[in-house]
């Protein structure tokens, strides 16, 4: 169920326990940029296989999963590297992610991409995350 596309439960701990880099995309089946991102997800969850964990939520139906996450607009992408911690860009700006940190510890918490998001500029990140494609 962990590698499961979309999901109605998410346990982060659970999905981290795997050791590999995991794509959460929160989203819902009726939005517009959604909908364009739906095949690409589809397409990355079956290329990457037991090499990354994409994610899909529907906020609209299961909204409470997104409790946790500093979720603004949908679709918003978090991303997570093989040891579970938030993604780390080379370039944040140029890959439009946001950093969210703690305010009191400053710890980063979360890295996020807010809108729709390209197959290319996907990869762009899983290439960062050091996870290639099944063959």
């Known amino acids: 169920a962990d590698f499961l596309l979309t999901t109605t439960e998410l346990d982060l701990e659970q999905l981290k326990s795997h050791g590999i880099p995991i794509m959460i995309d ?36 299961d909204g409470s999963l997104a409790e946790d996450f500093p979720l603004e607009v949908i679709p918003t992408q978090f991303f997570f590297d093989k040891d579970g911690k938030p993604f780390v860009p080379s370039d944040p700006e140029g890959m439009q992610m ?4 703690m305010k009191d510890t400053n ?5 996020a991409h807010q ?9 762009a990140v899983f290439k960062e995350l050091g996870v290639e494609p099944n063959d």
Not at 107 to 111: A, C, G, L, S
Not at 115 to 123: F, N, R, S, V, Y
Request: proline share 4%; aromatic share 12%.
């Open 107 to 111: 710890e980063h918490v979360f890295t």
């Open 26 to 61: 929160f989203g819902a089946d009726s939005c517009i940029p959604c909908k364009e991102m739906a095949p690409v997800l589809k397409e990355l969850n079956e290329a990457y296989q037991g090499k990354i964990i994409v994610k899909f939520v529907d906020v609209w139906k």
């Open 98 to 101: 946001m950093m969210y940190s």
């Open 115 to 123: 809108g729709g998001m390209t197959k290319e500029q996907i990869l």
